[in-house]
């Protein structure tokens, strides 16, 4: 199993003017965060899209082409790209060079959007929030397929008349993950087209997303893909310490801020320190503890989904860069291990398991 990270690279702002407070500090961290996440043999590392004041990123390409000089082996992703919003050859055409700079590691995660802001910025109705998802995907995956493309347009993009893009990926195909927040269409949508899958559970218990899995695996087959295209990725929340009560207690203030704050947004009741203990039960989705309790929550969740891919976001809101150097170090040195030879003595995995 691949195990990593991935960072909205969160940041501290001004309420009341929405002035970002240390965005060229919160990205010099960042890179140092990718830095020893590669140093200790982490697969992955993914950044978030976003277009508000408490995030710092808005075009993950360029910030993880910065990380790629700084890094040797570890995979480079965004987590996610908002395709609905943004033009499909520009976004092949960025990770493309990614893929350049960093000699093959680049990977493109999309989806439609949990966070909106980027529709009216760049102009797109919220009220074509999936049709402009499944177009550009469409094109998307021509334009990746082919040097040339041809395409014949559609509601929210011009036609393309056998141009060439520019430039091509290392890798071909250059890998291109569908995240889905467990909205069944999505779910088969991603099988169907035999797409790896990234299923986001930041809340409830584990094994009611357990339905998601089943339906991308059964559209993948019906629609006559291999099962080892079919690879599924679970990404969470949470946080390490060397003491689990200190990780608990480190992390539930920046959380329960950043929740309950978006949660104002949502129509969210405010996160309270007991339902963020709920969470963290093995059943929950939280993975706040030591190292051990995270690798039983991760071995708990395989029993049930058979992923392929654990990335945890380590950083739900500001947190001392020291902490979060310290957690890195803790997935990487102390539960990937354990984790990838536990799963690898078992025999088992998503591509072969049937029954999962």
Do not use: C
């Given at each position: 199993m691949e195990i990593g990270i991935y960072s909205f690279v969160e940041?501290?702002?001004?309420?009341?003017?929405?002035?970002?407070?240390?965005?060229?500090?919160?990205?010099?961290?960042?890179?140092?965060?990718?830095?020893?996440?590669?140093?200790?043999?982490?697969?992955?590392?993914?950044?978030?899209?976003?277009?508000?004041?408490?995030?710092?990123?808005?075009?993950?390409?360029?910030?993880?082409?910065?990380?790629?000089?700084?890094?040797?082996?570890?995979?480079?992703?965004?987590?996610?790209?908002?395709?609905?919003?943004?033009?499909?050859?520009?976004?092949?055409?960025?990770?493309?060079?990614?893929?350049?700079?960093?000699?093959?590691?680049?990977?493109?995660?999309?989806?439609?959007?949990?966070?909106?802001?980027?529709?009216?910025?760049?102009?797109?109705?919220?009220?074509?929030?999936d049709d402009l998802f499944r177009e550009k995907l469409e094109l998307l995956l021509q334009v990746r397929a082919s040097g040339r493309v041809t395409w014949r347009g559609g509601r929210h993009r011009p036609p393309i008349d056998d141009r060439p893009v520019y430039p091509r990926p290392l890798q071909d195909p250059l890998p291109v993950w569908i995240a889905v927040g467990g909205n069944i269409p999505s779910v088969a949508r991603a099988g169907t087209l035999g797409l790896p899958m990234a299923l986001a559970i930041i809340g409830g218990e584990s094994a009611r997303f357990a339905p998601a899995g089943h339906i991308y695996r059964e559209a993948g087959a019906r629609a006559g893909h291999a099962a080892a295209s079919l690879r599924l990725s679970i990404n969470s929340h949470g946080f390490l310490a060397d003491d689990p009560k200190r990780a608990a207690d480190l992390a539930f203030p920046p959380f329960a801020e950043t929740m309950t704050r978006i949660g104002r947004e949502r129509g969210w009741p405010p996160t309270t320190r007991a339902h963020f203990e709920s969470e963290r039960r093995l059943e929950g989705a939280l993975f706040v503890g030591n190292p051990e309790q995270v690798v039983e929550k991760i071995l708990y969740q395989h029993e049930i989904f058979r992923h392929d891919r654990f990335l945890l976001q380590l950083t739900v809101g500001p947190m001392d860069h020291a902490d979060v150097m310290r957690a890195i170090e803790l997935l990487g040195t102390e539960v990937a291990p354990v984790v990838r030879r536990e799963v690898g003595a078992a025999g088992i995995g998503s591509r072969s398991d049937e029954s999962a």
């Amino acid at each position: 199993m691949e195990i990593g990270i991935y960072s909205f690279v969160e940041t501290r702002f001004d309420p009341a003017t929405g002035r970002q407070l240390g965005a060229a500090e919160r990205l010099r961290d960042l890179l140092e965060e990718v830095e020893l996440a590669d140093q200790v043999g982490l697969d992955v590392f993914g950044v978030g899209e976003h277009h508000r004041a408490d995030y710092v990123v808005s075009t993950p390409a360029i910030v993880l082409a910065a990380a790629a000089t700084r890094t040797e082996r570890i995979r480079l992703t965004s987590a996610v790209s908002v395709l609905s919003s943004d033009e499909p050859v520009r976004v092949f055409q960025d990770f493309a060079t990614l893929d350049l700079i960093s000699g093959g590691r680049a990977e493109i995660m999309v989806g439609r959007g949990s966070f909106v802001e980027s529709f009216p910025l760049f102009g797109q109705d919220l009220a074509d929030y999936d049709d402009l998802f499944r177009e550009k995907l469409e094109l998307l995956l021509q334009v990746r397929a082919s040097g040339r493309v041809t395409w014949r347009g559609g509601r929210h993009r011009p036609p393309i008349d056998d141009r060439p893009v520019y430039p091509r990926p290392l890798q071909d195909p250059l890998p291109v993950w569908i995240a889905v927040g467990g909205n069944i269409p999505s779910v088969a949508r991603a099988g169907t087209l035999g797409l790896p899958m990234a299923l986001a559970i930041i809340g409830g218990e584990s094994a009611r997303f357990a339905p998601a899995g089943h339906i991308y695996r059964e559209a993948g087959a019906r629609a006559g893909h291999a099962a080892a295209s079919l690879r599924l990725s679970i990404n969470s929340h949470g946080f390490l310490a060397d003491d689990p009560k200190r990780a608990a207690d480190l992390a539930f203030p920046p959380f329960a801020e950043t929740m309950t704050r978006i949660g104002r947004e949502r129509g969210w009741p405010p996160t309270t320190r007991a339902h963020f203990e709920s969470e963290r039960r093995l059943e929950g989705a939280l993975f706040v503890g030591n190292p051990e309790q995270v690798v039983e929550k991760i071995l708990y969740q395989h029993e049930i989904f058979r992923h392929d891919r654990f990335l945890l976001q380590l950083t739900v809101g500001p947190m001392d860069h020291a902490d979060v150097m310290r957690a890195i170090e803790l997935l990487g040195t102390e539960v990937a291990p354990v984790v990838r030879r536990e799963v690898g003595a078992a025999g088992i995995g998503s591509r072969s398991d049937e029954s999962a």
